[in-house]
């Protein structure tokens, strides 16, 4: 072991934000890389906003995306509990201690006292922070205060007119005036720890060595810092990674599209794809390289590589990169993921082993096309919704099917399926098409073009000589398929040509 310890210290408070899981990546690539430890904690001291489902969601999203953990919640490991509502005892004995040595001390300004004292700073132009009323209280009579039942919170007692400063190893050296930080809150006034307390307590008795988060962490560094001083423990190093912004280089949110881990796996988003384009968010794997195994990214991942700039997410990059899995995912596996998005559109789900053998070809003849399984339906409608009087409902398709050219095409494609074996291979459909050409004259688009809205129903979509196959060993499904009954190409030309002849 390298004696790297790193961690990832969600709040379940929501879903895993793609921000948060790059967080969490950077952190993992780093242990699995030095031959580390990537710890994972729970801060759920928000009892308001934590929930059981958020706990339950973000560790499945980890796993998910293969980002399992060698110690922490459900894992274990000698520095347990690993959730922080299972440590107030640890953090009332630390708030003991700064306030037994003199480093911290109580304070019962009320809220509406704090809010007009930060409204009268902002006024004046001065940093908004804590007046230190209270820190002149003696220590007998705050303790009095507080045994007689007095509300009061616990703060830090800030040294003045220090400079605080530490090496980020991102950003270089950082340094911070103690006169414009104030008084934190270690301890507010119903017992539960502040985050930097408790952040601070946890990493130090977890043995962190290593402290990887976003930039928006930048300005709670000092204080902690102070605090590592305060308690007597040797701080870790930082390293504060620049944040995921949207396209219009704004901070990540719902108006952007998806934006959390669940979001993107109930897309179709494959978690290969997904982690490989969150590395890639102000990392560089070199060598012109991008697509590249967790375990080859972990080989390669240095912090002091990541850039100063903010990751701009793009989607159109994730779903070029997942439209690269996708093509190297296996028959199997792409049939398992597609088929709950085959189910919700109604088209059943596989009974029986053709039923497999016909998604699994269906699959990998579509998603080349598309950029996320929840696009497939859309992509194979032809096959299961086809209706070839709804196809004519739509003007544009009714104005090219009723063309002369057209019309003959259609008829030829009829007369040559009604007696010929079905096309269920691509050799077999391009012989008929040739002997429709043969009799028509028609030939490139004019050919092809009614032959595809004869035989799907629609003006675009999966190359034919694919798309018929398909739709012969679809037909043929056995009874028992789970699967709806679909027309053969045969009875698909027939039926536009009897509804043509209608009109």
Known sequence: MSGLRVRFAPSPTGQLHVGNARTALFNWLLARGQDGIFLLRIEDTDFDRSTVESDRSVLDDLRWLGLTWDEGVE???????????????????????????????????????????????????????YAGTCRRIPVHDARARVDAGEPALIRLRVPPHRSVAFDDLVRGTVRFDTDVIGDPVLVRSDGIPAYNFAVVIDDALMGITLVVRGEDHISNTPRQLLLYEALGYQPPRFAHVSMVLGPDHTKLSKRHGATSVREFRERGILPEALVNYLALLGWSPGANEELL????????FRVEDVGHSAGIFDPEKLAWVNRHYLKLASAERL??????????????????????????????????????????????????????????????IEAELTTPSARAVAQ???????????????????????????????????????????????ASGMELDLAVPLIEQAAALPRDSGLPRVPTAAERARAFVARLGAR
């Open 75 to 129: 894992a274990g490991g000698a520095h347990g509990p690993y959730r922080q509502s299972e440590r107030l005892a640890t953090y009332r004995e630390h708030a003991d201690r700064l306030l037994r040595d003199g480093h911290g001390y109580y304070c019962f300004c009320s809220a509406e006292t704090l809010e007009a004292d930060r409204a009268a700073a902002l006024a004046a132009g001065r940093p908004p922070m």
């Open 293 to 300: 195994p967790l375990n080859e990214l972990a080989r390669r």
């Open 335 to 396: 049939r398992e993921l597609s088929a709950p998005f085959i189910e919700a559109a109604g088209w059943g789900r596989a009974a029986c082993e053709d039923d497999r053998r016909l998604l699994e070809a269906l699959v990998v003849a579509a998603v080349g096309s598309v950029d996320c399984l929840a696009d497939l339906p859309d992509r194979v409608r032809f096959l299961f919704a086809f209706d070839a009087e709804t196809a004519l409902a739509v003007s544009a």
């Open 412 to 458: 030829a494609l009829a007369e040559e399926l009604a007696g010929s074996e079905p096309l269920s291979t691509r050799e077999l459909f391009r012989d008929a098409a040739a002997r429709v050409r043969q009799k028509t004259g028609a030939k490139g688009k004019d050919l092809f073009h009614p032959i595809r809205i004869l035989l799907t129903g629609d």
